[in-house]
């Protein structure tokens, strides 16, 4: 028996030692992937709302122009029946009210298609427009509505333009021609930078016929050409408005689409932006994250590696007592001695481990004899620590995620929770914690206050002179736009050359025998009170006791 506990101690201890740390690592990866996939998870979510925000807008930006157009084209009709001799002054009056940012042109075509009159330089000879897709959709429909057509090449502007055509009837009803308003198609709408759309970003008009009316987009090469068809399968051919992710017609890239019917026209305003771009914004925090797991995974190895090698040596030191009896004291007090020093500078504890170890001693247990369970115990206590201090670093990292806090928190609430929780810890150091006056009520995130109030009255009960009730004592004050909130003690005090220190992340001025912690509690303080645009600081001498003073905005 004595031979197989030997060999446990010697191997095996060890292996399940490196093998929990190597599980723990992989767990730490684990959840860094399966972060890193929710961050893009959220960041396309983000981007699906500011995507369909910039199809309504744009949407309403070509309605307004149409409308604008199609009042101007009543407009015409009206002035070519009931003043025509006076026609192209009233073309010269309504051309910049029409369509104040586009270049826009007006024509008259009679039944057979031939120009009356045009804002266009005088052709040289008669010109007709009988074959146009406009003058077609007039000729033929009985539908008195202003036909967006799709974009051609001017006969006379030698450009790409949206033809936007109204019929003319005679004083019998019947077709007498038509009156267009055309623009050029890079004129319809433009992507102005508060839109916000991205590098990649493109925006396209489409109708209903599947044609592209105009386009417009940040990086060349990246939206269709006006004219072109589109594929008849998009889902925006089949609902009104909606989000959707495909590979891009024109560049290949996978898209991300959101798109929205205009309401009083038979066209579709489609907008999108590259899956790679919107991924990239999250690459800031997946390396904070990478960053963060590598740390856990290389103190989670080198805690293993120590105690791995602590329990070999602590063997090899057992072995040499059973061969040495005549050095046992002095061996017994170097392992005593050794022990001592583990305890305290070899325990970098993790949570983790912890439970891995309950698990592994809960499956093999029996099996094992007094020493493995007192090397088990020994690894799982160790871990306490090192679980408790990942925890205060997770606690660190997560203040400041998301948006600024904005809820109503009642500091006197607060107080109450924390007086709750530290109840144990009062009564033990057989201390008094009291709030001087009236708390006030602030905006904020209960939570963090809370978590702020408590480390600084814990340290309070914590850091007090010995042979002394600690005292503790909560107070605020208006200060202009600001609550200045003070938490007092009767403590040990801080030395002014360590006023800034103080609020480092992993800054202890005492060892552990003396004051157990990890050094991240006033990093916290100072972090909160900064998330919610305060300033934190602490009057103190050393034996005088510590004010530690900060603001919030009331």
């Given at each position: 028996?004595?031979?197989?506990?030997l060999i446990?101690?010697?191997?095996?201890?060890?292996?399940a030692?490196?093998g929990v740390?190597?599980?723990s690592i992989?767990l730490?990866w684990?959840?860094?992937?399966?972060?890193?996939?929710?961050d893009r998870?959220?960041?396309?979510?983000?981007?699906?709302?500011?995507?369909e925000?910039v199809a309504q807008?744009?949407a309403?930006?070509?309605?307004?122009t149409?409308?604008?157009?199609?009042?101007a084209?009543l407009?015409?009709?009206?002035?070519?029946?009931?003043?025509h001799?006076?026609f192209g002054t009233?073309v010269?009056?309504?051309r910049p009210?029409?369509?104040?940012?586009?270049?826009?042109?007006?024509?008259v075509?009679?039944?057979?298609g031939w120009?009356e009159?045009s804002t266009?330089p005088?052709?040289s000879?008669p010109?007709?427009?009988s074959?146009?897709?406009?003058?077609l959709?007039?000729k033929?429909s009985?539908d008195?509505q202003?036909?967006?057509?799709?974009?051609v090449?001017?006969?006379l502007?030698?450009?790409l333009m949206?033809?936007?055509s109204r019929?003319l009837?005679?004083a019998?009803g019947r077709f007498?021609g038509?009156?267009?308003?055309?623009?050029?198609?890079?004129?319809?709408?433009?992507l102005?930078?508060h839109l916000?759309?991205g590098?990649?970003?493109a925006?396209?008009?489409?109708?209903m016929?599947?044609v592209?009316?105009?386009?417009?987009?940040?990086?060349?090469?990246?939206?269709?050409?006006?004219?072109?068809a589109?594929?008849?399968?998009r889902p925006y051919f089949q609902a009104?408005d909606?989000?959707?992710?495909a590979?891009g017609?024109?560049?290949?890239?996978?898209?991300?689409?959101a798109?929205?019917?205009?309401k009083?026209f038979?066209l579709v305003?489609?907008v999108?932006d590259?899956v790679a771009?919107?991924?990239?914004?999250?690459?800031?925090?997946r390396?904070e994250?990478?960053?963060f797991?590598?740390s856990?995974s290389?103190?989670?190895?080198?805690f293993a590696l120590?105690?791995?090698h602590f329990?070999?040596?602590?063997?090899?030191?057992?072995?040499?007592?059973?061969?040495?009896?005549e050095e046992?004291?002095?061996?017994?007090?170097?392992l005593?001695?050794f022990a001592?020093v583990a305890?305290h500078d070899?325990r970098?504890?993790?949570?983790?481990i912890?439970s891995?170890?309950?698990?592994l001693?809960?499956?093999i247990?029996?099996?094992?004899?007094?020493?493995?369970?007192?090397?088990?115990?020994f690894?799982r206590?160790?871990?306490?620590?090192?679980d408790?201090l990942?925890?205060?670093l997770?606690?660190y990292?997560r203040?400041?995620?998301?948006?600024?806090p904005?809820a109503v928190?009642d500091?006197?609430a607060?107080?109450d929770?924390?007086r709750?929780?530290?109840a144990?810890a009062?009564?033990e150091?057989g201390?008094?914690?009291?709030?001087?006056g009236?708390?006030?009520?602030v905006?904020?995130n209960?939570h963090?206050l809370?978590?702020l109030?408590q480390?600084?009255?814990s340290n309070?009960l914590?850091?007090?002179t010995?042979?002394q009730a600690?005292?503790?004592?909560?107070?605020?004050a208006r200060?202009?736009?600001y609550?200045?909130?003070?938490?007092?003690d009767?403590?040990?005090?801080i030395a002014?050359?360590?006023?800034?220190?103080?609020?480092?992340?992993f800054q202890r001025l005492h060892?552990?025998d003396?004051?157990?912690g990890t050094g991240?509690?006033?990093?916290?303080c100072?972090?909160v009170?900064?998330?919610h645009?305060g300033r934190?600081?602490v009057?103190s001498g050393e034996g005088?006791?510590a004010?530690f003073?900060?603001?919030?905005?009331a």
């Open positions: 028996m004595q031979f197989l506990g446990w101690s010697r191997k095996f201890v060890p292996a030692i490196l740390a190597a599980l992989v730490v684990v959840s860094y992937a399966v972060e890193t996939a929710n998870k959220r960041a396309l979510g983000a981007a699906e709302i500011r995507l925000g807008a744009l309403e930006q070509v309605e307004r149409l409308s604008g157009l199609n009042i084209s407009y015409l009709r009206h002035a070519w029946r009931h003043n001799d006076q009233v010269d009056a309504l009210a029409a369509a104040p940012a586009a270049e826009l042109n007006v024509m075509n009679d039944a057979d120009m009159f266009y005088e052709p000879a010109v007709n427009f074959e146009r897709q406009h003058f959709i007039q033929n009985s008195d202003l036909f967006v057509s799709q974009p090449l001017g006969k502007s030698n450009r949206i033809p936007n019929k009837l005679d019998q007498a038509i009156v267009v308003v055309a623009i050029p198609a890079d004129s319809l709408f433009s102005e930078p916000n759309l590098a990649r970003g925006a396209t008009l489409i109708g016929d599947r592209v009316r105009a386009a417009a987009a940040n990086t060349p090469g990246t939206a269709p050409e006006p004219g072109t589109t594929s008849p399968d009104p909606g989000v959707f992710q590979v017609s024109v560049d290949k890239a996978d898209r991300l689409f798109f929205r019917r205009l009083e038979p305003m489609v999108s590259t771009d919107i991924e990239a914004t999250t690459l800031p925090h390396r994250l990478a960053v797991a590598l856990v290389t103190a989670v190895a080198v120590m105690l791995a329990v070999h040596t602590l063997s090899a030191r057992n072995r040499a007592l059973d061969a040495k009896s046992l004291s002095q061996s017994n007090a170097e005593e001695q001592y305890s070899l970098e504890p993790l949570r983790m912890s891995f170890l309950t698990l001693e809960k499956k247990g029996a099996g094992l004899d007094q020493d493995g369970r007192d090397y088990l115990n690894a206590d160790g871990a306490v620590r090192m408790r990942v925890l205060d997770l606690e990292s203040i400041g995620r998301g948006r600024r904005n928190v500091l006197g607060a107080m929770e924390v709750a929780n530290l144990a009062i009564s150091s201390g008094k914690v009291e709030v001087l009236r708390l006030p009520t905006a904020g209960a963090e809370t978590r109030l480390n600084l009255v309070g914590k850091y007090h010995p042979g600690p005292h503790v004592s909560v107070s605020a200060d202009g736009e609550w200045m909130l003070s938490v007092a009767n403590g040990i005090g002014p050359e360590h006023h800034e220190r103080v609020f480092g992340i060892s552990r003396r004051y157990e991240i509690g006033l990093a916290v100072k972090k009170v900064e998330r645009g934190i600081e009057l005088q006791g004010v003073r900060f603001t919030l905005p």
